[in-house]
């Protein structure tokens, strides 16, 4: 018998239900049931026998779970993947990539991030937050693929290659928040770069546009020794007491990197609910440092984890970068303890969605949230046999393992082919585009 209301558009059956939610409660034959773009039920794939069933996905045993939040990107960077290795951020980015991206317009940002949501959606991730240039171009292009994105004009106080002066930038992000607005998949935040680019004012205003629009504010702080010193120099604090002292620390600042703190900017980010992104793998690259990263969860901090730019990493792989991350804290520390595979889990999924400020709509499986769901297959040798889903996660599944991604109650992956959008045309676009750079280096 079909009861009243029970009927789903779409349900992913046979896997283990992961679904990250307070209790991590895990479901063995478990199902997600979705309606529209949300969850509508979770449960044991027997409670869906009477259901009304318009669509079903067979997990095939695999892991159903909630996409992963990368909480640090810079999408476009894939035009520079490869392009300058093995040095330390400030060459790299005052010899390198400025002059590259001086040749950067929103059609290359466009196919950059295209490209860039073809590996993010490959790799198992729903939700990314971005700061870039031509940041409309990246909005377009996770629009048209289909996924969630938290979106930035980045905001310096030298010309930039996309607005010129920076009152255009703030133009420009007026813009991108206005039109916007009603999109169900991007959130626009004001992004202003680090406090070692961008004066006082400039962090004052951004942080004034944020709260009067509600939205995130997105900056690079403290991401090596180098930067502390030079912000101490400058102005007698860190870089974090800094911003502090602007009064622009709040509970929607997200924080990338945060290597170089010390116990006093640990409190700071306690007290004003500061979100942290740690991007592991490009502090490894650009030899910038290691965060703290268990001190701050320890004190309580919310930390999601990010890549950065494929240009600094080379890959925008959270399943990697989790890897990375519980390893990375077990050398430094000396303590195998030090961070569980859970804990890790849960950075990329919930933890990321709260740093975001989305954990009410994603990270988790919850009726009710919007469906953002991958499938993960376990059939493979190298996750063969699988004692715990989360182990596995974090130190055996590799990208490929990513079968079906649904995002917003959407199917944008499925056995391995992204529905979307053409990638191959996505590659060859910023190929083109780098024949170019090739051509000039
Ligand atoms: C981030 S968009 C603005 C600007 O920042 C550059 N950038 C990329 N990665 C990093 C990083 O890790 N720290 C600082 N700045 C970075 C990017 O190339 C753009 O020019
Ligand atoms: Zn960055």
């Not at 449960?43 to 318009?54: E, P």
């Not at 695999?62 to 300058?84: E, Q």
């Not at 991206?101 to 490959?122: H, K, Q």
């Not at 004003?272 to 740690?278: A, E, F, L, P, R």
């Amino acid at each position: 018998m079909i009861v009243s209301g029970q009927h789903a558009d779409l349900l992913i059956f046979n896997g283990t239900v992961l679904t990250m939610n307070l209790d991590n409660e895990k479901i063995e034959n478990g199902a997600v049931a979705v309606s529209g773009d949300k969850i509508a039920a979770i449960g044991k794939a027997d409670f869906f026998s009477t259901w009304k069933i318009y669509r079903a996905v067979d997990a095939k045993g695999g892991i159903i779970m909630p996409g992963l939040v990368n909480t640090h990107t810079h999408a476009a960077m894939t035009c520079f993947r490869g392009m300058a290795d093995d040095m330390p951020l400030m060459t790299w980015l005052h010899e390198y990539i400025f002059p590259a991206e001086a040749c950067m317009d929103e059609s290359r940002v466009f196919s950059g991030s295209l490209l860039a949501c073809a590996e993010m959606i490959l790799s198992g991730t729903t939700c990314f937050c971005d700061m870039y240039l031509f940041e409309d171009g990246t909005a377009s292009a996770a629009c048209m693929a289909g996924m969630r994105a938290v979106v930035g004009e980045v905001l310096y106080d030298f010309p930039s290659p996309n607005y010129g002066n920076l009152e255009n930038g703030f133009i420009y992000t007026q813009e991108l928040i206005n039109k916007w607005k009603d999109n169900d998949l991007i959130t626009i935040a004001v992004e202003p770069h680090s406090p070692y680019l961008c004066s006082p004012k400039l962090l004052q205003r951004a942080s004034e546009m944020a709260q009067k629009y509600s939205l995130p504010l997105v900056i690079h702080v403290s991401e090596t020794e180098n930067e502390a010193a030079q912000i101490r120099q400058k102005y007698g604090s860190s870089p974090v007491e800094h911003l502090a002292e602007l009064g622009v620390l709040a509970p929607n600042l997200l924080a990338c990197h945060c290597v170089a703190l010390s116990d006093n900017d640990i409190s700071l980010l306690k007290q004003y609910d500061i979100k942290v992104s740690h991007n592991p793998e490009s502090n490894m690259k650009l030899a910038s440092g290691i965060a703290p990263v268990p001190k701050l969860i320890d004190a309580g901090i919310c930390v999601g984890l990010g890549t950065d730019g494929c240009s600094s990493n080379n890959n925008l792989d959270l399943l990697s970068e989790m890897d990375m991350t519980a390893k990375l804290h077990k050398v430094n520390t000396l303590d195998p303890a030090i961070m569980n595979a859970r804990t890790v889990l849960r950075m990329a999924t919930i933890e990321g969605a709260r740093a975001l400020g989305m954990d009410s709509i994603t990270g988790s499986l919850e009726p009710g949230k919007h469906a953002d769901i991958i499938i993960v297959d376990t059939s493979s040798p190298h996750m063969t046999p699988m004692y715990n889903p989360e182990s596995h996660l974090v130190y055996s599944a590799r990208a490929g393992d990513i079968i079906t991604t649904i995002i917003n109650g959407n199917v944008v992956m499925e056995n391995r082919q992204i529905l979307t959008f053409d990638v191959e045309k996505a590659m060859a676009d910023v190929n083109a585009f780098a024949r170019t750079l090739n051509a000039v280096s």
